[in-house]
């Protein structure tokens, strides 16, 4: 599935002739070479989410977007690129001691600035502040929980997983943990609207 953020009026537009849509769509995408078929097309809040059978590719999304840009009637300006859903991956981090050297106890600021220096979250974000706990009442040491955005398959969390990094004298490893229940997965299904479609 991916999602197109449109204007009212252009969605409109489209679901006038959905079906001739996902026709020549498929067709352009056959033109390409691509193994990814467009299934249907259905509104959702602030735009359009386009079922496929598989997750499409930089090319595949390209191509779709080429497609809605020139559709007659359509202010190509006001198309955005199409979205593929993202999912919450859910991650902690232990080894990083909860009293600090200045005496404060560590704060989800400090553990920003901490994943910002070692480079490893370059290409992460962060879908809530992190949220650090003592692990025991008579331990100095934090565990601290962090919900990233990530792919549908976890690739980010994978490359996470398991990961050491330096923390003054301590060595912090990071650690995969469960989804918290009852919070919405989809970044940009969230984004957008309440979606309850399968990708």
């Known amino acids: 599935m991916l999602l197109s953020p449109l204007p009212d009026k252009h969605t409109d537009r489209i679901m006038e002739d959905v079906g001739a849509h996902v026709h020549l769509i498929n067709n352009l995408l056959k033109n390409i070479k691509s193994n990814l078929c467009m299934e249907y097309i259905r509104l959702c809040t602030g735009g359009i ?5 598989s997750v499409p590719v930089a090319n595949d999304l390209n191509t779709s977007e080429w497609y809605l840009k020139s559709i007659k009637g359509i202010n190509h300006n006001k198309v955005s690129s199409p979205l593929l859903p993202q999912s919450k991956s859910y991650l ?40 650090v706990i003592k692990a025991s009442p008579k331990s100095n040491m934090a565990i601290v929980w962090l919900d990233i955005w990530d792919s549908q398959n976890r690739s980010k969390a994978k490359l996470l997983i398991n990961y050491s990094f330096n923390y003054g004298h301590n060595i912090a490893t990071i650690r995969g943990t469960n989804m918290n229940p009852g919070i919405p997965q989809c970044h940009n299904c969230w984004k957008w609207g309440h979606l309850t479609f399968l990708c």
């Not at 704060?107 to 994943?115: A, E, F, L, Q, R």
Request: proline share 7%; aromatic share 4%; net charge positive.
């Open 92 to 131: 902690k981090i232990i080894g990083i001691p909860y009293v600090q050297p200045n005496g404060c106890n560590l704060s989800s600021d400090d553990i920003t600035n901490i994943i910002r220096q070692t480079g490893l979250f370059e290409s992460i974000s962060l879908a809530s502040k992190p949220r």
């Open 49 to 53: 989410s386009i079922a496929t059978n």
